[in-house]
């Protein structure tokens, strides 16, 4: 093959990769303004503003979902980084006997599929009164999450230089001006990264919603999912775009923190 | 006064000699509660996450083991029964379940493995416009499977956008003419949707592998006159074979347990497992629920099974 050619196969492999993401957003985008768009016409044949207006109401059904999806995925947020802030510093920077052990349970989750466990979990949380309520709701989204939190701060702390602290506190500073000071500054891309994760992942999820929820919590992609079965597309396509605000804004930033242009960030990636 | 201060001067030098960093004192031996503290530090730390994991994920688990064994104290069941296994590994649309979802799990881990390491080739080098294109690369893979679900919905429907160009190109009259893609008995509309989320985050860790080995050892290999394919063969395929494996086991694992991609692309019979398992669930019939929980400690059993069976595969390699 000579070179000429193989420049213009990666060159069409590029554009190929373009086109393939974004295909699946444009019908999304044109269907949140449609009307009406029968078959068999390419364009809408009339547009509107109905889908939006109707998400951005507050009396319509959409907004309590999506103030729910927001509660709950920030309380996991909150709850997840609470809890993979000591585990992530406990596998990043320390060796202990049974790590390995730990690290495999922790990532157990990533692999076997939430499915049994919820089944489980569904008929625990019946008798404990969690079912159905926005509380049990967080708790069992704590599952997907709290593996990828962890496994974000656990690699920010194996980057992490501990003898700033000691520095710090061979200069007298007390353990919160230690962790105000020293360890959140240096960890603060990782956590920006770990939460928008945590977010995004209770934002996304929707079986464990249906089923602990018991449709008396709706969310986002449980509205999202009714209305793409009962074929309103214009509601579905809008609700769609909204629903991956929070994947735009963690690309948006991780593109800044992830490609080093950050100092904070680029001290501990280069040690 | 002058003597005292040689005193702590001679100490200060003895101490040097015992303990070779400077300016460390010797400390009186702590308390009990503080070294017990210390010993328990790291489990401490350690305990919230892991309560989070063996409460809640494991102890579903057990709950749905038991449950799947005929153990439901709710409704004043407490013998153990294999009834529902024996009821399942007899039922025909088991099998035809099992067989899409390993089809669904294979074709679309293996395309977007193909893809991923295709596309990640065409990205490794600089060229105009990489930043643009490396961060489309990634654009969607924070998206959620129900948009991308979505995506595929409205594409390619039978009066979705692909079958509309179809018809101005002439190549159909009505929707019905256009090849099912979605509720199909290949799961066409399924894969599509797995292989466009997925080969993307393949490839995004094929090509940080490619980035981090370098231009080094294939120049090692040109200058020893390996041709285009000899680089490849002898050295890109084995810099990326850790990474396509680890992350392809992620994908194939997702893919055979997850559910709602199959739940609104697929068509209602034959089902993938976790489809299936779920209409179980929500069975009004009280005697579904020990086939359901079974089904998903099936599935997830197979899982396991699979993976362990893949990573002996790999290590041999």
């Known amino acids: 093959m000579n070179s000429r050619l193989y420049n213009s196969l990666l060159w069409s492999i590029r554009l190929a990769i373009v086109v393939g993401v974004l295909i699946l957003f444009v019908p999304l985008v044109v269907w949140s303004f449609s009307r009406s768009w029968y078959f068999p016409n390419l364009v809408p044949t009339a547009y509107s503003w109905r889908a939006w207006s109707y998400i951005f109401d507050p009396t319509s059904r959409v907004w309590p979902a999506l103030v729910n999806s927001f509660v709950i995925a920030t309380a996991v947020t909150l709850f997840s980084i609470l809890i993979g802030l000591p585990a992530g510093r406990a596998l990043g920077l320390h060796q202990f006997r049974g790590k390995t052990l730990v690290e495999f349970l922790i990532l157990m989750p990533t692999i076997v599929p939430v499915l049994a466990a919820a089944f489980g979990i569904h008929v625990m949380f019946i008798r404990y009164g969690l079912s159905d309520s926005l509380l049990g709701v967080v708790l069992v989204h704590l599952i997907p999450v709290t593996p990828y939190v962890v496994l974000i701060l656990s690699s920010i702390f194996a980057n992490y230089n501990i003898e700033y602290e000691e520095q710090a506190r061979s200069l007298g500073a007390r353990p919160w001006q230690l962790f105000l000071y020293i360890t959140l500054p240096a960890i603060f891309p990782g956590l920006v990264v770990g939460s928008l994760f945590a977010f995004i992942i209770s934002w996304s999820q929707y079986l464990l919603t249906l089923l602990i929820g018991g449709g008396q919590v709706p969310t986002l992609p449980v509205m999202l999912f009714a209305f793409a079965t009962s074929g309103d597309y214009a509601l579905t396509a809008a609700l769609s775009l909204v629903f991956i605000g929070p994947a735009l804004l963690l690309l948006l930033l991780t593109a800044r923190y992830l490609t080093g242009e950050n100092a904070a960030l680029g001290q501990y990636v280069k040690q | 006064m002058g003597r005292e201060r040689l005193t702590a001067l001679e100490l200060e030098l003895e101490s040097e000699l015992d303990y070779p960093q400077v300016g460390v004192r010797p400390q009186a031996p702590r308390p009990l509660w503080s070294r017990t503290l210390r010993r328990l530090k790291i489990p401490l730390m350690l305990l919230p996450a892991l309560l989070v994991i063996v409460l809640l994920f494991g102890g579903g688990l057990v709950s749905a083991l038991l449950q799947s064994l005929g153990y439901m104290p709710i409704i004043g069941r407490h013998e153990f029964t294999l009834d529902a296994y024996r009821h399942i590994f007899r039922d025909p649309v088991f099998y035809r379940s099992l067989g899409l979802t390993l089809w669904i799990s294979l074709v679309s881990t293996s395309t977007a493995v193909v893809l991923a390491v295709i596309s990640a080739l065409a990205l490794r080098r600089p060229f105009r416009g990489k930043r643009f294109v490396s961060f489309i690369y990634q654009l969607n893979i924070p998206i959620p499977h129900l948009v991308g679900a979505i995506g595929i919905l409205l594409l390619f429907s039978q009066s979705g956008f692909l079958a509309r160009l179809a018809y101005f190109g002439g190549l159909i009259q009505q929707p019905s003419d256009f090849p099912a893609l979605v509720y199909d008995p290949y799961a066409l509309g399924i894969i599509l949707e797995y292989?466009?989320?997925?080969?993307?985050?393949?490839?995004?860790?094929?090509?940080?592998?490619?980035?981090?080995?370098?231009?080094?050892?294939?120049?090692?290999?040109?200058?020893?006159?390996?041709?285009?394919?000899?680089?490849?063969?002898?050295?890109?395929?084995?810099?990326?074979?850790?990474?396509?494996?680890?992350?392809?086991?992620?994908?194939?694992?997702?893919?055979?347990?997850?559910?709602?991609?199959?739940?609104?692309?697929?068509?209602?019979?034959?089902?993938?497992?976790?489809?299936?398992?779920?209409?179980?669930?929500?069975?009004?019939?009280?005697?579904?629920?020990?086939?359901?929980?079974?089904?998903?400690?099936?599935?997830?059993?197979?899982?396991?099974?699979?993976?362990?069976?893949?990573?002996?595969?790999?290590?041999?390699?």
């Open chain 2, 195 to 317: 292989v466009w989320k997925t080969t993307f985050f393949i490839g995004v860790i094929v090509l940080s592998a490619l980035q981090a080995a370098g231009d080094e050892y294939e120049n090692v290999a040109r200058t020893l006159g390996a041709n285009r394919w000899q680089r490849l063969r002898y050295v890109i395929v084995p810099t990326i074979t850790p990474a396509v494996l680890s992350s392809s086991i992620l994908v194939f694992a997702f893919t055979f347990g997850s559910f709602e991609v199959p739940y609104l692309l697929g068509q209602r019979f034959p089902s993938a497992l976790p489809v299936l398992a779920y209409r179980q669930y929500v069975n009004p019939d009280l005697n579904a629920r020990p086939e359901a929980m079974a089904l998903s400690i099936v599935i997830s059993v197979i899982i396991t099974l699979l993976i362990l069976l893949y990573m002996k595969l790999a290590k041999r390699e």
